[in-house]
């Protein structure tokens, strides 16, 4: 974050420092601000008219049962999955919800042909739904397209141009693309057809909130409803990402743009085009979530990196390998795992059916377990159900100083919350009534001797819970003495 407004002052200088030399003394300018008036200056129409004829519209005619969610639909908003993100954001609100079409609709977007027979790259969410697709080049050629396939966790698609002509195209970039590097975004916003706007990258790795496999690029040039799934492009003429979703409190750009990375799209794409059709990832089967600094602390880690393992789907690879809920895991085969999503990203890269080393901590101490991956299920496994009722003849216990009452959960493990005291930390952390606590400082629980037992392992002033709630398993921290 610091780097952001120093390159930009520096810009702004570099502006001045030009405008100024070239009054004063105008076979002097000093070198650096040559560059940088080069840079600020330079024409783009080369650039256009090298990747303009590999440039398409989309036009998408949807099935009669579609609904209109897509980012480009003309009366759309962006993506479901999306909007959870957006919604977070204070002041933000989407004026049009997704409504059912009748008869059928249009949707419009964007994309660009990847090689001379015709397949063409662009999202999963411009066609999801298409009964009949149609792409429009620049000098007005159409053409109907079919879909090859889809890839709903990266947002991906492939088409296929249904002619046997030979189509000019462009390549992936070979180099990642980094914070500062100017960008040419081309598309088709509002349906007005081939528009280029320029800017740059303006931050690497964002979360949105789309899934597991999240990691876009950010950038400033204009991106607006239409433009989803067309490239945005390095001064090359290589295409860097995959233009899909931007954050619009005002139905607008407001130069916050989210592209897919070249190198996400590219091995996406590739399996789309090859065997079935399909994309195929690794699956290692387990509930995962950041190391907080709280629980790093009750967990006695030094430092926050890796990815806590809280819950694991039936008969996942995970479980058959041996994890255990409170593992950390650091490295997937020696590559190191700084977050939850990081280790994400690496087992949805390994192929089914390889065997991975994951390098992890348990109880304090460093192992190393072997797994053999498996196949990631098309739906995400559903998240194990809360315990049975407690049973209405027990007492409810009390979770000395933490706000809590607790009953034994009959038949089962862990104990039940009964109540929560509103002004304590637990309901801070969103604990509810009909929650199960599991684990209390790593150690199982079943009933008030065991938590107290597990309660006098504490030494500091926190505590570790393994909770289960509706929505799945999860490690939570509380402070003692709260309620």
Request: hydrophobic share 40%; proline share 5%; no cysteine.
């Amino acid at each position: 974050m610091k780097s952001f407004p120093r390159i930009f002052s520096l810009g702004l200088l570099s502006a001045s420092l030009l405008t100024s030399a070239a009054a004063v003394m105008p076979f002097a300018a000093p070198a650096h601000a040559d560059i940088a008036g080069l840079d600020a200056t330079r024409s783009l129409n080369p650039l256009v008219e090298k990747v303009m004829p590999a440039v398409v519209s989309v036009e998408v005619k949807l099935a009669s049962t579609a609904v209109d969610e897509s980012g480009d639909n003309l009366n759309g908003q962006l993506p479901p999955e999306l909007k959870n993100f957006f919604d977070q954001i204070p002041g933000f609100k989407f004026k049009n919800q997704p409504q059912p079409k009748q008869g059928g609709g249009r949707a419009l977007g964007s994309g660009f042909v990847l090689s001379a027979d015709g397949y063409v790259v662009t999202n999963n969410h411009v066609v999801k739904d298409a009964e009949t697709l149609k792409v429009t080049f620049q000098n007005g050629d159409s053409y109907d397209a079919k879909v090859v396939g889809t890839d709903q966790k990266t947002d991906l698609a492939l088409l296929r141009i249904k002619s046997d002509k030979t189509f000019a195209h462009v390549d992936w970039a070979k180099n990642e693309a980094k914070v500062g590097d100017t960008v040419m975004a081309v598309g088709n916003p509002f349906g007005l057809g081939g528009t280029v706007t320029r800017g740059i990258i303006s931050a690497r790795g964002r979360d949105i909130g789309n899934g597991p496999y999240d990691d876009f690029l950010q950038v400033d040039a204009a991106i607006n409803k239409g433009n989803s799934g067309g490239p945005t492009f390095n001064l090359d003429g290589e295409v860097v990402g995959i233009n899909t979703a931007i954050y619009s409190p005002s139905g607008g750009s407001v130069g916050i743009g989210f592209a897919i990375p070249a190198a996400t799209a590219a091995n996406v794409i590739e399996s789309l085009k090859s065997g079935d059709h399909k994309v195929t990832r690794g699956w290692l089967g387990v509930q995962i979530q950041p190391v907080s600094a709280d629980i790093a602390e009750t967990m006695g880690l030094h430092g926050t990196k890796g990815a806590l393992v809280a819950d694991f789907a039936a008969k996942s690879p995970a479980l058959k390998a041996g994890l255990k809920s409170g593992d950390v895991i650091l490295k997937v085969d020696d590559v190191d795992v700084e977050t939850d999503r990081d280790l994400a990203k690496l087992i949805g890269k390994a192929a089914p059916g390889k065997e991975v080393k994951l390098s992890i901590i348990r109880d304090g101490k460093p192992e190393t377990v072997s797994v053999l991956l498996g196949t990631l299920p098309a739906e995400k496994q559903a998240a194990m159900g809360v315990g049975d009722g407690a049973n209405p003849a027990a007492e409810s216990a009390t979770f000395t100083g933490l706000g809590l009452q607790v009953a034994p959960v009959p038949g089962g493990k862990g104990v039940k919350v009964t109540k929560v005291n509103p002004k304590s930390d637990a309901a801070d952390v969103g604990i509810k009534e009909g929650d199960v606590i599991l684990k209390v400082q790593g150690t199982d629980v079943t009933d008030q001797a065991s938590v107290d037992a597990a309660l006098k392992k504490t030494t500091g002033n926190k505590v570790l819970l393994l909770v289960k709630s509706a929505d799945g398993q999860t490690f939570i921290t509380l402070q003692k003495s709260n309620g």
